[in-house]
């Protein structure tokens, strides 16, 4: 058998784009709901826990992107 009869076993690149919001999302959400519980049982004026856990997760989700994009033009 010749090489151009077997069938293509990479993943579709397509299906990994496809699910990066959604790990962006639960990921973002995630975080945002642990600060907003942290702002519930150590209660400050300004919501910092809330603030600084939101943005953590942006940050990570971002990381996570990046990491899985390099990884697909592998």
Known sequence: MSDSNKPDKSPNKWLALINIPFQMGIIIVGF?????????????????????????????????VIRQVNQLNK
């Open 32 to 64: 945002a709901w642990l600060g907003g519980w942290l702002d519930k049982k150590y209660p400050n004026p300004n919501e910092l826990y809330f603030i600084i856990f939101t943005m953590l997760g942006v940050g990570i989700a971002l990381y996570n």
